[in-house]
């Protein structure tokens, strides 16, 4: 085993691959005051491979004393040293939380931005109380990235405070991120204020339709659908995921047999736009579920389309739709494809068995 001081030694070596095993060996030997060389070391190296090296080795390492002499890598003027120290902070687990709660205050609002970051990594106990804590962070960028973690955790403790500052905030990038948490979060509450926000397609900007969007897909209602079919008109060859979504999530929450006829033409509509093929497919599955008599007219349409993914969508609709008067039909239809895609096949006898 190597000594102390060839271990450091070889740190400065001019060969990487020397200075990589040096790095690897002060960590792995646990030696004392390894933490400090590592970093030191980690200051002036100019090889990336090392650099990944140091930085996996500094990850292996626990404990309070590393985590006091990481912190400071926070305020490097090299991106490289600041991102390996979120990434190292954020593996040290619980003991990093109390480092954490100091940062929050930090005159830097760059390292406030750090320390959200590692907390939300960390995922401790307190995670979201310390978070939270960030709603009255005098930058707006660190208030925006609070929300969006407390929505990602999940914490419907912070929901009220959430739902205060979607509606009194003027800065679009909050709202919007307002939105999305309370895709997750949301009250009652959220709902109120989001019809209220957003009465009518002209009230909503266009920065923030994708996060109305998300909204809706997760609290939406059939007062939404109004909205949306507005949306399929104006902006549905960019919003295409996003709407059909929202339009999956509203009809999910709220069952019945046939889909509503504005919404049904718009669905048509939809379908002979230029929209991508597989949320044409996606749009003819949920056709499947409900009972229109025009439904099983569309779905027969589409299943001698000549895009694959679109015929494939029409015969699981058909599977779904029920009437068994298009088993002549999807029987010819494997006959006709017996040699050509198999996830085809394998729909068209999935169907069959639905409708026998």
Not at 179 to 196: C, F, H, P, Q
Not at 278 to 290: A, P, S, T
């Amino acid at each position: 085993m190597a000594s102390i001081d060839e271990l450091i030694y070889d740190l400065h070596n001019g060969n990487e691959k020397t200075r990589a095993f040096a790095a690897e060996d002060i960590a792995f030997d646990g030696v004392p005051g390894g933490t400090k060389i590592l970093i030191d070391r980690l200051g002036v190296e100019e090889s990336r491979f090392v650099k990944e090296v140091i930085v996996n080795c500094l990850k292996s390492l626990k404990g309070r004393e590393v985590v006091e002499k990481i912190v400071p890598l926070l305020s490097s003027e090299d991106a490289f040293i600041r991102n390996a120290g979120i990434e190292i902070l954020s593996m040290q687990g619980e003991i990093a939380t109390e480092f954490m709660r100091k940062l929050l205050g930090d005159p830097d609002k760059d390292v406030r931005k750090f320390a959200l970051d590692i907390l939300f990594q960390l995922k401790a106990f307190n995670t979201a109380e310390l978070i939270a804590e960030a709603l009255n962070d005098p930058d707006i960028n660190n208030v925006i990235t609070a929300v969006e973690y407390l929505g990602h955790l999940e914490d419907t403790n912070y929901t009220p405070r959430i739902n205060e500052l979607f509606m009194r905030s003027d800065n679009i990038l909050l709202r919007c991120t307002c939105l999305e948490a309370l895709a997750l979060i949301g009250d009652e509450e959220s709902i109120r204020y989001v019809n209220k926000m957003y009465p009518s397609y002209d009230n909503i900007s266009i920065l923030e339709q994708y996060s109305f969007l998300k909204f809706v897909a997760r609290k939406g209602s059939d007062i939404h659908l109004k909205l949306i079919i507005s949306l399929i008109e104006e902006k549905g060859q960019v919003m295409h995921k996003e709407i059909i979504n929202a339009i999956a999530g509203i009809i999910g929450r709220n069952p019945r047999e046939q889909l509503p006829p504005d919404l049904l033409n718009a669905l048509s509509y939809y379908l002979k736009t230029d929209i991508n093929d597989i949320n044409k497919y996606e749009l003819l599955i949920l056709m499947g579920h409900y009972q229109n008599q025009e439904i099983y007219s569309i779905l027969l349409e589409h299943v001698h389309h000549e895009k694959m993914l679109i015929r494939m969508g029409a015969v699981e609709g058909l599977g779904l739709y029920g009437n068994g008067e298009a088993l002549p039909v999807l029987l010819k239809m494997k006959e006709k494809e017996k040699e050509g895609d198999y996830d085809l096949l394998e729909t068209i006898d999935k169907s069959i068995s639905q409708l026998r």
